[in-house]
């Protein structure tokens, strides 16, 4: 089987330095993964399919007020009323080597350039209709915390009739900024918390 150029050159190294020195960071750096490799099927598609949700994240990237990093902040500063600037700023990131799911790229392109949680759940809630009464009914009728996550064991607390710091938008509100939310697989926790109790149960 012919390698390809990447192995040929990891092959090339390994015999000329060995496995230690030069030859070893240079094998290190040529498999070490990219954040593409990282992140997967949460990637957008570049495909029409996912056009409006470009859109979408340059809306949201026009409004970030937050400590964008330096290219970003070019992308965001830019002049495109289009989606094209953020899509050739993910396509040019995503092949950066993966070094921590800390580090501030990697973040940024988990925030602008994979599908969050509004987008993988159907019959999501529009919060500014939020009825408590309706939609607070699941969490806080259980009898009691069993299978449920410590995010909303809180919530739940502080739904009830009753407790001290009562606050019956606490579950809109975490509804409302888990939509926003990278989504990271279907095991997620918040993904599952959101599944559960951020959706309409009409129809």
Same mark, same amino acid.
């Given at each position: ?34 954040? *593409?490799? *990282? ?15 470009? *859109? ?96 909303? *064991? ?50």
């Amino acid at each position: 089987m012919a390698l390809s150029k990447a192995n040929k050159i990891v092959v090339g190294a390994l015999t000329t330095g060995g496995v230690s020195g030069t030859g070893a960071y240079t094998y290190y750096e040529l498999t070490r993964p990219t954040i *593409k490799d *990282k992140l997967g099927e949460t990637l957008l598609s570049y495909e029409s399919k996912d056009a409006d949700k470009w *859109k979408t994240r340059s809306v949201t990237l026009s409004k970030d007020n937050g400590n964008l990093s330096k290219e970003l902040k070019k992308v965001k500063d830019g002049t495109d009323t289009d989606d094209s600037r953020i899509k050739g700023w993910c396509q040019t990131n995503i092949n950066n080597k993966f070094t921590s799911d800390k580090d501030p790229i990697f973040l940024e392109v988990q925030k602008y350039c994979t599908y969050n949680l509004k987008d993988k759940i159907e019959k999501t809630i529009d919060t500014s209709s939020w009825e408590a009464s309706k939609h607070n009914k699941k969490l806080k009728g259980l009898q009691n915390n069993e299978g449920l996550s410590d995010e909303m *064991k809180k919530i739940k607390a502080k739904l009830a009739d009753g407790a001290i710091g009562r606050d019956e938008n606490a579950l809109k509100e975490w509804c409302k900024s888990s939509y926003e939310k990278p989504f990271k697989g279907e095991q997620d926790q918040d993904y599952l918390d959101t599944k559960e109790y951020c959706v309409s149960s009409d129809g």
